[in-house]
């Protein structure tokens, strides 16, 4: 019986070409999205020399999270891969396929609570890299990971309801890092990051994530669950690899063909009226930080910009006019270099030439890279040398719908007012943590931010507050300052997300203006001011009423 064991276990370690990973985030209102997507993932097939595993988190409590190896019953005594149904088309249910039906022990000490479903977000993706890794090693690996999104300044990735968690960008970044590190021991690599998410695709998570992987997929607005076309990735990647080792294929060539795949497939929701855009990003460090300088050169043009009226203007300008995301929290990087340079253009000011001069920078870097065939050919002439030298993290961009149509890869956090700290949301305090702003040492994204913030903000109202009413200010004022407003309201009904709701009387979903860069400091009118004159003197009133009857 040990010899079957250790027979059985050392079948089980056996290094494959492939490992895929999903990683389905769905304790959420995306549970049952998500469990159609593992059912297409399932009708696939096998392939003999892939692995493929998926992380289900059901939404309903007192069910644990599940990690299953797709199809492992049916790759047991079979010669051959099979690629979908072939000639019998069926329904394929997920009996036999589960590895892991409970949480360990080892996972037991990790939370104090009882029930089966206690990892929060960052340790439940950690569990399931490190038991891809431990129990189905391969050559080559590639993990998508798939719910909501908004990680930039919210942090609050692939949230959980139970318990209420979610990762940061940090932590993500480290979590990937890792898992890159113990496969690198044996010369394994991470291929593909797919972030089947909301608002991904921006340049803070290109960096942060830089060297962790040789690709990103991502979106900079919406992605739909149903967008990326599982079944088809997974059929178009078991017939890319085959069966044998006779003839390898380019990586590159795969990623570019998933980027299409999933691209065509979720252009149909135009039907449907909505928008979405889909970018594949190169994660090599040195293309990555290409980035650097053109964005620190931007930087410090557009703070000198700021200090003139008419520069102020121009970026203010640009911004209103430029692609923007989620409540006006992130903009397209490049189209708001284009956007300004269409403005400063022939202004003559050394100002307006400076600031053209560094968005001509950066778009140069944020070009992809040239499409096969002509193009490609023309990259080898006499500029390829330059072109590699400057060869920046885009790979494919592609976007359908009139909503997002000026999308060009990758956006940047650049809200039009300093978002406002509290125990839900500390955007600039979590900002000032990544990679994006602690290497860029010459100026970074974050000075200019503050900058921006403060040379924009509108004076606040003078209103005249009559010397009778100055001592009931003081008290209304020393209550109500600092007031907390929203900055927008979060894209998704997610706990971790959410932080205040409006009242149901309000609409729920309403919020004000969050474009308006108004002072945040209390303020009244005289009229409105009394009813805290009027409050003051109903309480004298009754004092003096208890003292009489004392």
Not at 407 to 429: C, K, M, Q, T
Request: net charge negative; glycine share 6%; aromatic share 10%.
């Amino acid at each position: 019986m040990e010899d079957k064991d250790k027979q059985k276990e050392q079948q089980d370690q056996k290094k494959q070409k492939w490992t895929l990973m999903f990683f389905f985030a769905s304790d959420n209102s995306l549970s049952a999205s998500m469990l159609y997507q593992l059912k297409s993932i399932k009708t696939a097939g096998f392939n003999l020399r892939t692995n493929v595993l998926v992380h289900f988190d059901p939404h309903e409590r007192g069910i644990p999270s599940m990690i299953f190896e797709i199809n492992r019953t049916e790759k047991k005594g079979k010669r051959k891969s099979r690629v979908g149904d072939e000639q019998d088309p069926r329904v394929r249910d997920l009996a036999g396929d589960q590895v892991e039906p409970e949480i360990t022990e080892d996972q037991r000490r990790l939370n104090s609570a009882s029930e089966a479903d206690d990892l929060p977000a960052e340790e439940a993706l950690k569990h399931f890299l490190d038991y891809s890794r431990k129990n189905y090693p391969a050559e080559k690996y590639m993990l998508f990971l798939v719910g909501h999104g908004l990680v930039v300044g919210r942090d609050a990735f692939l949230p959980d309801d139970n318990p209420n968690s979610g990762i940061s960008l940090v932590e993500l970044g480290n979590i990937l890092r890792n898992f890159c590190w113990e496969i690198g021991i044996k010369d394994e690599t991470l291929e593909l990051v797919g972030m089947h998410s909301c608002s991904m695709s921006a340049v803070e998570v290109a960096y942060q994530l830089k060297g962790t992987a040789s690709y990103m997929m991502a979106s900079e607005g919406l992605s739909f669950v149903g967008a990326w076309p599982y079944r088809q990735m997974v059929q178009k990647i078991f017939c890319a690899i085959g069966d044998t080792n006779a003839k390898s294929f380019e990586v590159s060539t795969l990623m570019k063909r998933l980027h299409e795949l999933c691209l065509h497939n979720s252009t149909d929701f135009i039907f449907a009226g909505y928008s979405s855009d889909l970018c594949l990003c190169s994660l090599e460090p040195k293309r990555v930080e290409a980035l650097s300088k053109p964005i620190e050169r931007l930087s410090k043009a557009l703070q000198a910009g700021l200090e003139d009226a008419r520069g102020e203007e121009l970026i203010q300008l640009a911004h209103l006019e430029s692609q923007s995301y989620f409540q006006e929290l992130y903009t397209d990087l490049n189209d708001f270099c284009l956007c300004l340079m269409d403005k400063c253009e022939g202004a003559g000011d050394p100002v307006y030439t400076e600031m053209y001069e560094a968005c001509e920078d950066v778009t140069e870097i944020l070009k992809p890279e040239p499409e096969e065939g002509k193009d490609s050919k023309k990259a080898k002439g006499k500029d390829s040398d330059k072109s590699k030298r400057r060869r920046g993290p885009i790979v494919q961009a592609d976007f359908f719908g009139p909503d997002c149509q000026f999308s060009y890869g990758l956006s940047i956090y650049f809200p039009w007012a300093r978002p406002v700290e509290d125990a839900n949301e500390h955007f600039i305090r979590n900002y000032q943590t990544y990679d994006f702003v602690t290497e860029l040492g010459g100026a970074s994204w974050l000075e200019f931010l503050e900058a921006y913030f403060e040379t924009t903000q509108r004076d606040q109202r003078k209103i005249r507050i009559p010397a009778e009413l100055q001592e009931t200010l003081k008290r209304a004022t020393a209550m109500f300052n600092p007031m907390a407003f929203r900055t927008g309201t979060p894209a998704h009904p997610v706990s971790a997300l959410t932080g205040k709701d409006s009242p149901a009387d309000a609409g729920g979903e309403f919020s004000y203006s969050f474009i308006k860069n108004y002072p945040r400091k209390f303020a009244i009118t005289p009229r409105a001011l009394k009813v805290f004159e009027e409050d003051e003197k109903g309480q004298k009133k009754d004092n003096k009423s208890k003292n009489k009857k004392k």
